[in-house]
């Protein structure tokens, strides 16, 4: 059963365009949401996030985007660079009540960027 | 160091064999998870630790897996007469905060790459 789906298991973009991630969701108890990045060998690490009561949240060149009525969020990256070819996982806090921090996540998205 | 610290990298184990994985966190982080993650999956959350108290071992998959944190500090993964389908990456994560504060980010070790043969 798997809560946080992103059905995209790839993605190749060129150099200065638009990066757009999407993850789906289908346990309406999360209230926080997620972005880590991932390069080969090592750790998951932050990129940015937004709360349930928010649609969208922006930092720099990252900006994710909520959708709850349709359970979806999107992390845009804008422009691409060289840099940004990773790994991007999704993740998902269920509401406090139930545990905090304990982050269910997608699959993952391979991104990479074209020069 | 200034991150959270995995060893060994690398586990090569024969099936039957144990292992233990080492994690040391960030100093000061209050709280500790382990993560498992499959080839081609998403970290699965395993255990969690607030302090030296394991608060939450629901993902744990079976009896094999053990898990402490005696003093609050290092934790060590232990996996007892190890399988195939152990295989896996297994990621250590500490965080300053307390889980009631959701806006504290996890950070991840590089992971520890067990292969059971």
């Known amino acids: 059963d798997q809560q946080v789906k992103q059905n995209s298991p790839s993605l190749s973009v060129q150099e200065g365009r638009i990066s757009i991630l999407n993850c789906d969701y289908t346990?309406?108890?999360?209230?926080?949401f997620l972005w880590y990045k991932k390069y080969p060998a090592e750790g998951p690490t932050f990129l940015i996030s937004?709360?349930?009561?928010?649609d969208k949240n922006e930092d720099g060149r990252f900006t994710v985007f909520l959708n709850k009525s349709a359970k979806h969020l999107s992390l845009h990256i804008v422009p691409s660079q060289p840099g940004d070819s990773a790994v991007y996982f999704c993740?998902?806090?269920?509401?406090?009540?139930?545990?905090?921090?304990?982050?269910?996540f997608g699959q993952g998205t391979r991104l990479t960027i074209n020069p | 160091g200034a991150g959270v610290s995995q060893s060994p990298r690398y586990k090569v184990a024969k099936r039957g064999q144990d292992v233990a994985l080492r994690c040391d966190p960030i100093?000061?982080?209050?709280?500790l998870f382990w993560y498992q993650q499959a080839l081609g999956q998403g970290p699965e959350f395993l255990t969690y630790?607030?302090?030296?108290?394991?608060?939450?071992k629901s993902g744990l998959p079976s009896d094999r897996f053990f898990a402490e944190r005696p003093e609050g500090s290092v934790s060590t993964l232990k996996i007892q007469r190890t399988q195939q389908e152990d295989s896996a990456v297994y990621l250590c994560?500490?965080?300053?905060?307390?889980?009631?504060?959701?806006?504290?980010?996890?950070?991840f070790g590089n992971g520890t790459r067990l292969t059971v043969t």
């Open positions: 994560a500490s965080s300053f905060s307390p889980t009631d504060r959701v806006h504290s980010p996890l950070h």
């Open positions: 346990n309406s108890m999360f209230d926080y």
């Open positions: 937004i709360s349930s009561i928010k």
């Open positions: 993740a998902a806090i269920p509401s406090i009540i139930q545990g905090a921090q304990k982050l269910v």
């Open positions: 100093s000061g982080h209050v709280s």
């Open positions: 630790f607030q302090n030296e108290a394991q608060l939450d």
